[in-house]
């Protein structure tokens, strides 16, 4: 949905600091927070609509910006520089320097925009903002756009490192901010540096990382810059309707099905069979499938303080011969994923799984992803569209691309648009391809309320 008319007139970018003294402070990070691959800004767009003129918030930006400046006495290393040193590890000098914050306006009315939902990313960007390096110490880990539209409704587009929190961190953060916002003196949760309780050794062993495997897939339309970005809807009754057919697919253990199977086990499955095909590997080749998933539950040794804001993550892997993955009943793709899962409730492994992240942080592995290996991250559940800053919860939520060519194979499943009551119990599938591989993966997400004979 192109908009050539789409104006955003935008003020100049201002530093929104600390309203009292801070903590002058050089910080250090976990062994999950240090992985490079996750040392990139996350651009996402959270929409809120106008409702009655009482509950509007009558300048959004102005009472965003003041409660920021207060939420930084708090989340004080948000305020400061962020850099990688030559050991490879990075740390974040607190000194106050504030958050980039950039107040705009739209004569335009959201709806008008549909809400942002099926936007385009030309129009999306305007939305959000980067900041460039402006010191030797390092560069903003956060900035910040509000947009006011004519209709009273506004967007937050917000710029986070990853290296500085997760996607439930960055919710919390959020939230936090919502809190000041309406009134309160102090957010609900106060948050919890403490990053050395995930600080661990290296692995001692040698480690192969799946990714390194040389027995992988290739794709004819790998390596290439040429990639686009497309969502797609998954309706809840398509999800439903796939559960109940793998129910009566399984005549030993339907009843364990019927109790325990996840949308996400179902979408995950859906999701790498497809882009299996779209991408046309070869058969003889292995495929990864990577879930990356919470690890807050599971430590218990010690447990992570409520208010922690590091990340708390681990990347969990299904393997499959291309020939399987394409060839067998669809159940055993899912059951393959169920079983991987399963290490996540294993402290041991998720002890191991940092230990290897650090080990990587290390050696600095070199990823050139073929198209074998399909990683994705489910936001459906971080709380981040229940987030109210007095005029009511986010109505939608927009990803940007991570980076100038985000990840090839890279998944994030995404809450709908709250205004589309067809997608009520259904997700949203965010992901990037090579250009020529995304009319084959369209057909494949389409098929999905077309037919159902992919379940064999």
């Known amino acids: 949905m192109e908009n050539p008319t789409f104006l955003v007139n935008k003020k100049d970018i201002f530093l929104v600091k600390p309203s009292e003294p801070t903590p002058s402070v050089v910080l250090s990070f976990s062994s999950i927070d240090n992985d490079y691959k996750i040392e990139l800004l996350v651009h996402t767009i959270h929409v809120y609509k106008a409702n009655d003129q009482e509950s509007n918030l009558q300048d959004p930006s102005c009472l965003i910006k003041d409660a920021l400046s207060r939420v930084l ?7 400061g520089k962020l850099k990688r040193h030559i050991d490879g590890k990075l740390r974040i000098t607190c000194n106050a320097d504030g958050v980039p914050f950039l107040e705009a306006i739209s004569s335009c009315t959201l709806s008008s925009l549909n809400y942002l939902e099926g936007i385009d990313l030309q129009t999306a960007k305007e939305l959000v903002f980067n900041y460039p390096n402006q010191s030797e110490l390092g560069y903003h880990p956060l900035v910040m756009q509000v947009t006011k539209f004519s209709c009273g409704g506004f967007t937050i587009g917000m710029g986070l490192c990853h290296s500085m929190c997760d996607g439930m961190s960055a919710s919390q953060f959020l939230r936090a901010l919502a809190d000041l916002v309406k009134g309160k003196n102090e957010p609900l949760i106060k948050p919890v540096w403490n990053r050395e309780l995930l600080v661990v050794e290296p692995c001692e062993e040698p480690i192969q990382l799946p990714f390194q495997k040389p027995t992988l897939a290739n794709s004819p339309y790998l390596p290439t810059t040429d990639l686009v970005h497309e969502s797609f809807n998954l309706r809840g009754e398509s999800i439903k309707k796939i559960r109940l057919s793998l129910i009566e697919k399984d005549d030993d253990d339907g009843s364990i099905l019927r109790k325990n199977i996840t949308s996400l086990e179902i979408i995950s499955a859906y999701i790498w069979r497809s882009m299996y095909r779209a991408l046309e590997l070869n058969s003889d080749g292995d495929t990864i499938f990577s879930i990356i998933t919470g690890i807050r539950h599971i430590l218990r040794n010690p447990p992570l303080p409520q208010g922690y804001y590091g990340n708390s993550i681990i990347v969990v892997n299904s393997e499959m011969s291309g020939k399987k ?8 793709v899912v059951k393959a994923i169920r079983e991987s899962k399963k290490n996540a409730s294993d402290p041991k492994y998720v002890w191991k799984a940092i230990s290897i992240s650090e080990s990587m942080i290390r050696s600095k592995p070199v990823f050139k992803n073929n198209g074998a290996c399909v990683f994705l991250t489910d936001w459906r559940h971080l709380g981040l569209m229940e987030v109210d800053f007095g005029s009511g919860e986010a109505i939608n939520l927009i990803v940007l691309p991570w980076s100038s060519s985000f990840y090839v194979g890279m998944c994030l499943l995404l809450p709908t648009c709250k205004l589309n009551a067809k997608m009520k119990g259904g997700t949203r599938v965010y992901l990037t391809l090579p250009r020529a591989a995304m009319p084959k993966m369209k ?6 309320d077309e037919q159902m004979d992919f379940i064999k």
């Open 443 to 448: 057909e494949e997400m389409d098929a999905i």
């Open 73 to 79: 006495v708090y989340y004080y290393p948000m305020a």
């Open 325 to 332: 993955l394409n060839e067998d009943p669809f159940l055993e």
